[in-house]
Antibody, heavy 128, light 110 residues
């Protein structure tokens, strides 16, 4: 069974940093594109960042970011641990959201892959 | 990148059909085949219902169908059932390595 499980959320002060993680199981993690999607309280979904998988991109990770987080967030993956990360710096109140980890595809350009499995999310709250 | 435009709400009676629209531009919905639809029940994670405009993942009932005309994509739910009541979000590749979601539509089964 495909599963992704996020962790690491919490309360952080404005201007602070946080790294959240997503452990995957039930599929060949390194071959799939992965992504972070967030949802502010009571709001809609917002794509945050994606990272390529080895099937489509070969060696080397390609990373992509929404304009709202570019330069502040860094997505990465550790295929030996089946884990996806996002390092979030210079956080503001507008970054407060439930952050979902989502599986993309194997055979599609990273950003075009639909998200076919989602975790339950980890809540990041930015407040003083 | 601006969000795609969805109606805030839609409704229908059990057994009826309802269509939810998702309007973008020629730079996103109109320019690519990469439109997806997600269903989200309150307090739950989103679920993929349609991808590449018209394709249905395994396990999604064929009551759900997708289409596109110009800059507007649509999700049609036929034979409405109580469990279809949820929020629905569209997404589209928007070029230049960007992905954009719609604001969401709350579907109510009357």
């Amino acid at each position: 069974e495909v599963q992704v499980l996020e962790s690491g959320g919490g309360l952080v002060q404005p201007g602070g940093s946080l790294r959240i993680s997503c452990v995957a199981s039930g599929f060949t993690f390194n071959t799939y594109a992965m992504a972070w999607v967030r949802q502010a309280p009571g709001k809609g979904l917002e794509w945050v960042s994606s990272i390529s998988g080895s099937t489509f991109s070969g060696s080397g990770d390609s990373t992509y970011y929404a304009d709202s987080v570019k330069g502040r967030f860094t997505i990465s993956r550790d295929n030996s641990k089946n884990t996806l990360y996002v390092q979030m710096n210079s956080l503001t109140a507008e970054d407060t959201a439930l952050y979902y980890c989502a599986r993309g595809g194997q055979y599609c350009p990273t950003i075009t892959c639909p998200f076919d499995s989602w975790g339950q999310g980890t809540l990041v709250t930015v407040s003083s | 990148q601006s969000a795609l435009t969805q109606p805030p709400s839609a409704s229908g009676s059990p057994g009826q059909s309802v269509t939810i629209s998702c309007t973008g531009t020629s730079s996103d919905v109109g320019g690519y085949k990469y439109v997806s639809w997600y269903q989200q029940h309150p307090g739950k994670a989103p679920k993929l219902m349609i991808y590449e405009v018209i394709k249905r993942p395994s396990g999604v009932p064929d009551r759900f169908s997708g289409s596109k005309s110009g800059n507007t994509a649509s999700l049609t739910v036929s034979g409405l059932q109580a469990e279809d009541e949820a929020n629905y979000y569209c997404s589209s590749y928007a070029g230049s390595n960007n992905l954009v979601f719609g604001g969401g539509t709350k579907l109510t089964v009357l």
